[in-house]
Every structure is written in C-alpha cells, then in structure tokens.
C-alpha cells in the first residue's frame, strides 16, 4: 500500500499541489525573492541556449559570454541562497548572511566583468 | 675624366639601344670558317638589314674574344661551323651554357658527323640519330638527291609567318625529350627518315626486319628546335647550315615559286635574338579595394585588387609598347600551395594593364602574389610580391551583430536583474527585520 501523499485532514490533493503549498508556506520571503531571481536567471538561459541551437551560433563568443552568465549567476545566487537559509545555520556557521551577500556581491561583479569583456 | 668617359659610354650604349631591333643588343658574332663565309651571303646580308653588326670568327681563331672581362662581348652568336671537331677555347660547350645562363642567345647548326655540338645537343634534350645518317626522304618525287627535302611550313605556328613556301633542308633530324623548354619549330616531312646517305630504302629494309626498331623516321623528328633558357636566352638548333645558303634561298620549290628559306631564317633570327614573342613585366601593384596604396599586410577576407602591367617588345619601332593580348593568365596567392588561383583578365580599355580582384583566404601567413605564365615560344613571366595576411585586430572584429542581440540581451538583463536584485535585498533587509521583530512579538 503505497504511502498517502497529503495527511488526511486536509481535502486530497496531488503531491505538487501539496509541495506548492509547503513551499508557500514555510519559505521565507528572502528565500522566495532569491527564487524568484533564480528562475528568472534559469529562463534566460534556457531561451539563449535554444536561439544557440534554433537560430545561429554565430557570435560565439557572445553565445558563451551570454549564456555563462546566466549559468554562474545562477551558481553565485544558489551558493547565496544556501547560505543565508536559516534551516543551515549549523552548517554556515562562521559566515553571517551579510557576508555571506558581500560575497555574493564580489563574485558577480567579477563575473560580470568577464562577462562584458568576452560579449565582443 | 674617368667619369666623362663613363658617361660618354652610357649614352653611346643608350643611342645603341635605341636603334636595335633586338630587344637583347644587336652584335653578333657568326663562328663560321672563312672558306665558307661566300655560301651564306643572302643571310648575313638579311641580318645586316635587320640592324645587326656582324662579327666574323673562324672556329679555331682566338679573336675576337666571346667574353671580355667577364662580360659577353656580344648579345647573339651563330655557330656554323658544323663541321669542325675543334673550337676554340671560349666557344666549348661548356663556355656556350655559361653564355647561354648570362642571356646570350645562341643559333647552332647541327651535322651528320660527331661533333662538340652534337654531345651538346644531348644536354638540351635533343636525341640525335647515329652519326652519318642524315634525313632523307622520296616524296615528293622530284630531280633532287633525297637527302634535299622540301619541308612544308606548319599550317600555324607561333614563330613562323603565315603562307611561307615550302622550305629545302638537308641535314640530320632529331628527336625530342620531354624537356618543358624546348619549343618545337619546324618538324620533319611524315615520310621522311633517317639512313646513310647512299645506302637508301635499305634503312627501311633492316628496320622492318626488326619491327621499325631503330628506324629514326616521321613528323615526330624536328628538324628546327628552339630552347628557351630559364634566365629567358634562346637557343635554336638546326639541322643543317645548308638551309641558310644561298643555294637553298634562291632556289625554287616549283616553277617561279621561291623557297621559304629566306623568310624562315628571317622569323628563326627573329625569334632567337629575342625580337619577336618578348614579353615583360613591367610594374605590378596590389591594394584594397576603394584605396589605392598598397599595403605591406592584409587581413582575412580583404578584397583586395592586384594589377599588372606587361609590354612586348616591338622590333619595328624597337619599343616596349603594352600588351593585352594574353587570355591565359591566371595569379596565384600561394602560401607554400596556391590558397587562391585566378584568371588574371586583361582590363578592357586601358591597354597593357591586368586586372583581378578577390577575397583574401581566410587564413593568416606570409603569402606570395605569383604570376607563373610559362608558354612554349613567349617569355616566360614570373613576378612574385610577398605580403603577410594577420587577423584582425582585437578591436577590428565586426561587433553589435544583429544575430547576438539575444546574447547581448541575456548578459544586460542578467547584469540589471543582479543589481535590481542587490538594491531590493539591501532595501528589504530592513523591512524583514521589521517583519521579524513584529513577528517576534
């Protein structure tokens, strides 16, 4: 018998409904914000990529500037996210969330920086 | 002093050149010996007529010398002493390549026997027969010995005017090599071959019973053969000296028709002293299009326009006059191979002048401008103009492309959406505190 998905108090609903729900509810705006930039940063890629496949790669160097930096955003904010996350707090414990964002600060302009150097 | 004497020597040489039909000097030395200086009258005497100063020399005589003080004292020399075993020491084959490689040209008579010239013509790719087998042939029937043979003049020739009479010859043929420098100028009849001089059909009777081996015979021999040196001097060898005597001149191939003789040893000098078929390079220039400077470097993909201006020689007003006559020309642009090889088309209107514009390869190097034109008969051409081809420059690189703006577009936003991000965390960090404190309580 497979396990319920939802406790049984609540009306059924499906596994996603009830993820959707829990995330609604126990994340943190911060963290919701960091989100939100996160998917933004996500569909940016996903739409350069497939112009790179579609359309032309001609630029190369632009392609991979472009789409390099959307991927090392990604990874700065996600690393970002991780940090300032009260549920870590064990795990981070020498690195306050203001750090943590100066770092976060530091590692994208350097990123960007390259980025805009490479873009031609 | 010395000076004004140098002086007076260079404008005498102008003045000499101004009035050479050839385009290489107008003396000639004629090595021929004395006794038979009177069979060749007709044909000295046409030489004279064209411009040149005739030198006489005996084979055997040390004067005048070939080369004074290091330099050839004379721009053309007419060896027709076939006959003779022994010459003197500046006139040994040896002595007449060196000549030939400093761009003397030389006119050889060849004959039946062994002679220094006939192991000199084995260098240039000439196949002589065996000694005392001098050409002979039965058609058409007429009085003479078969060993005086009426030649019909080529239907087109390059070197040859056209509609010449038939031409006597009476010497030895000879077959060619596969040298690329030898230019074919009058071959045998078809009929014709090689046999003693007495024994006759009897030639034929001993190949057919070997199966044609060893039968020297058909149009494949050359009787006349040019040479054209690498350095561009030219060589012609003959057959026989008979050819240019008066006998053979004045005598008719038919009723009242002359033999071509005379006009063949006019167009034979012609094109051995360099007179006619001389081509040169005069200027060549390569720059951008829209521009008219040439650069040292190029980029990948330039256009780039080269030009070319060639002349030939005109012996009637001894001139270089433009030439755009040439439909075969192509230009390379080669780095070890050929990147690029293209017709290189005369420009209409504007004569002499050759044109050509195309795309650099989109290859950086040291590459080579080359015109290579090599025909049997002309001047060899050759330019080569080196030019390094580089990429572009860090900032020559064409940019804000149309098809990146998506790329440009995901960088920006990315950049923007960083900021936005930062202000609103700095911004809301405050707030959330807020929120926390009211949280809290």
């Known amino acids: ?120 | 002093m010395l000076s004004f004497y140098t002086f007076a020597l260079f404008f005498l040489s102008l003045a000499g050149l101004l009035h050479a039909k050839s385009s290489d000097g107008d003396s000639v030395l004629v090595v021929v010996e004395e006794a038979q200086q009177k069979e060749f009258t007709l044909f000295f005497d046409g030489l004279r007529e064209q411009g040149y100063e005739l030198t006489f020399r005996g084979p055997k005589d040390e004067k005048p010398a070939v080369v004074e003080h290091d330099v050839p004292a004379f721009s053309h020399i007419i060896i027709l002493a076939s006959e003779s075993k022994n010459f003197a020491k500046d006139i040994t084959p040896q002595a007449l390549v060196a000549l030939l490689s400093g761009g003397s040209n030389l006119l050889i008579a060849l004959s039946q026997k062994q002679t220094p010239m006939t192991s000199l013509a084995a260098e240039f790719s000439l196949i002589l027969p065996p000694p005392n087998t001098p050409l002979v042939s039965f058609f058409p029937e007429r009085k003479d010995s078969p060993s005086v043979i009426p030649i019909a003049a080529p239907a087109s020739s390059l070197i040859l005017s056209p509609k010449m009479s038939p031409i006597w010859f009476s010497g030895v043929a000879h077959a060619l090599g596969s040298n690329p420098l030898l230019v074919p100028i009058l071959n045998a009849p078809a009929e014709s071959f090689a046999a003693d001089s007495e024994g006759g059909a009897d030639a034929l009777v001993d190949a057919t019973e070997k199966g044609g081996e060893g039968l020297w015979a058909g149009s494949q021999l050359s009787v006349v053969t040019g040479f054209q040196a690498v350095g561009g001097a030219r060589v012609a060898w003959v057959g026989g000296t008979d050819m240019f005597s008066d006998k053979f001149m004045k005598k008719e191939v038919s009723k009242g028709v002359q033999s071509g003789n005379a006009k063949f040893a006019r167009d034979l000098t012609a094109w051995t002293f360099q007179e006619s078929l001389v081509l040169r390079i005069d200027s060549t220039t390569h720059h951008l299009v829209n521009s008219t400077t040439p650069l040292e470097q190029y980029t990948n993909n330039d256009n780039i326009v080269y030009t070319a201006g060639i002349s030939r020689f005109n012996p009637k007003t001894s001139t270089w006059e433009p030439y755009s006559g040439i439909k075969d020309m192509q230009l390379e642009f080669t780095m070890l191979d050929p990147h690029i090889r293209t017709a290189l088309p005369a420009v209409p209107g504007s004569p002499g002048k050759y044109s050509v514009t195309f795309r650099a390869p989109d290859r950086h190097g040291v590459f080579k401008f080359v015109i290579n034109y090599k025909r049997k008969g002309w001047t060899h051409l050759h330019s080569s103009t080196t030019v390094a081809v580089v990429p572009p420059r860090h900032d020559g690189y064409p940019r804000f492309l149309s098809a990146a703006w998506p790329y440009y577009a995901g960088a920006i936003s990315t950049s923007v959406g960083f900021f936005i991000f930062s202000a609103a965390w700095l911004a809301g960090g405050s707030r959330e505190n807020k929120k926390g404190k009211a949280k809290a309580q």
Request: charged share 15%; glycine share 4%.
């Open chain 1, 1 to 120: 018998m497979p396990p319920k998905a939802a406790p049984a108090v609540v009306e059924p609903t499906s596994a996603v409904q009830t993820l959707w729900n829990a995330y609604k509810d126990h994340t943190t705006d911060r963290l919701k914000f960091i989100d939100a930039f996160l998917v933004f940063l996500m569909l940016s890629g996903i739409v350069q990529f497939a112009y790179c496949v579609l359309v032309t790669t001609f630029p190369y160097n632009a392609f991979l500037s472009g789409f390099s930096s959307t991927v090392g955003q990604f990874v700065l904010t996600a690393s970002l996210r991780s940090q300032v996350n009260p549920e870590n707090k064990n795990e981070f414990k020498d690195v306050s969330p203001e750090r943590a964002f100066a770092d976060f600060t530091i590692g994208s302009i350097v990123l960007h920086f390259f980025v805009f150097n490479f873009l031609g």
